[in-house]
């Protein structure tokens, strides 16, 4: 069912942000020239050379099923107007807004530092999120092919990972998957937020429109290549409803596992989102925070560990017995699941 999205005549062509809001960290506050005020502009896109030394990220979240990941990027041109690391660009001295989806540092270095971390004596084994922050096959992929010489790496050494995308460039790497999958180091998972590519086309205007990200399902289901699906995120009174229908094609496309996160609204997030709601979805704007609110005890954002990614209360409980339900509908549990360890499986075998 497609939603009927109002057009706005605010922001840039092709972007998700509709503004481009102050930094946190910053006591200047830079006001845009009208042109881009009404909608007239286009942001181009910059690149940067990010020198950073170290490749691989450490966390410590209880919730997360991983320690370690990897991301070639900082900034995503996928522009999701939901993403979670929309505040990490404010380290960096730019805004959380247009800024995160249009000023993109490139990590050149990732595959030499990989390397060198491989290489150590102290390594040891340890499963690898690719992605995790932002998108390690976002457009720009197409030209730096970092991800990609990271995988040559992956291979090389014979390291487990897991990849999470929502970009069908993922099917450019078809060969080192197929040959890591063959060793039973990778799964990918597809992140399908809608169906609806008009929904699509506004939420997440640079991400791959929802029928190719299935064709990806498929076209590395059909190599032998451990795939499954992401519902991520859930945006009570938007695309919940979405699920049931999202988890069958995916399944008919070959997908053997499937989880979800709820969105999360940290920082300048909440501001960006709401005002892309009242621009986008003006009628339904107080329904869909009040449902999302419904999940969060009242709240718009949570960050407590085992809270964050599903919600509590009444509503995020049935929310998680209607997902559990339909994924034994559509056959998820008696797939053959990933042979790795990772954090999808874990999310599967919570439904079983």
């Given at each position: ?15 998700g942000a509709l503004s481009n809001p102050s930094n946190r960290f910053e006591s200047l506050k830079l006001e845009w020239e009208e042109e881009y005020q ?94 995790g922050v932002t998108d390690c096959y976002q457009p720009c992929e197409s030209h730096f092919k970092l991800t990609r010489q990271c995988l040559e790496i ?58 190719s990200r299935l064709e990806a399902i498929r076209a590395l289901s059909s190599e032998g290549i451990p795939v499954g699906v992401m519902f991520a995120p ?119």
């Open positions: 069912m497609q939603q009927s999205v109002q057009k706005v005549e605010k922001g840039w062509k092709g972007r009404t909608g007239q502009g286009v942001r181009k896109t910059l690149f940067y050379e990010d020198p950073t030394s170290e490749i691989l990220s450490y966390n410590k979240s209880p919730d997360l099923g991983f320690e370690l990941s990897l991301n070639p990027y900082r900034g995503c041109e996928h522009g999701c107007i939901y993403c979670y690391a929309r505040p990490t660009h404010e380290y960096l001295g730019f805004s959380a807004g247009v800024d995160f989806e249009s000023r993109i540092l490139v990590k050149t270095k990732a595959p030499f530092l990989l390397e060198k971390v491989f290489r150590s004596p102290r390594w040891k084994s340890k499963l690898i999120l690719v992605s992956f291979l090389k050494y014979r390291q487990p990972l897991a990849l999470i995308t929502k970009n069908r460039l993922v099917c450019r790497d078809m060969d080192l998957l197929k040959e890591l999958a063959r060793h039973n180091l990778v799964n990918v998972s597809l992140s399908v937020t809608t169906l609806d590519p008009a929904l699509a086309s506004v939420l997440e205007p640079r991400a791959s429109k929802p029928q859930v945006i009570p009174g938007l695309n919940d409803f979405e699920m049931p229908s999202i988890l069958k094609a995916a399944s008919e496309a070959g997908a053997s596992f499937a989880g979800y996160s709820l969105l999360r609204l940290p920082w300048s997030v909440a501001d960006l989102f709401v005002e892309w709601l009242s621009a986008h979805f003006p009628g339904k704007k107080e329904k869909i925070l009040n449902r999302i609110r419904d999940f969060r005890e009242g709240k718009l954002s949570d960050s407590r560990f085992g809270t964050r990614m599903t919600g509590s209360g009444k509503a995020a409980a049935e929310f998680n017995q209607w997902f559990g339900c339909f994924l034994r509908k559509y056959g998820y549990g008696e797939k053959k699941k990933p042979g790795i360890n990772s954090p999808l499986n874990q999310q599967l075998e919570l439904f079983e």
